[in-house]
């Protein structure tokens, strides 16, 4: 199945913004671990399930800053018909 060139179009549009909210993700992330905001590096690197731990926060992360990015990307396409 090919894609139209407008369908491709929409979806490179969403998959840069998309991108450009996981690297904000990944940045804010490392942030917290490294300034060990609430305790989380000490928590994450004491634990058993340290790594999974680590796994569900980035999982978590990257989910919820890719989703917004991609939200406000759409959202900035409205027109203002004054």
């Known amino acids: 199945m090919k894609l139209l060139r407008h369908e ?7 998959l840069r913004h998309m991108l450009f909210g996981m690297a904000g993700a990944l940045l804010f992330g490392a942030l ?7 305790h989380l590096r000490s928590l994450a ?8 731990t680590l796994g569900l926060f980035f999982f978590g992360l990257l ?12 959202m900035g396409l409205g027109r203002d018909e004054n």
């Open 63 to 74: 989910a919820t800053f890719g989703s917004i990015a991609m939200g406000v990307g759409v």
């Open 32 to 38: 917290v671990l490294y300034f060990d905001i609430g």
């Open 8 to 14: 491709r179009t929409i979806i490179v549009f969403l």
């Open 45 to 52: 690197f004491e634990s058993q399930d340290g790594l999974l």
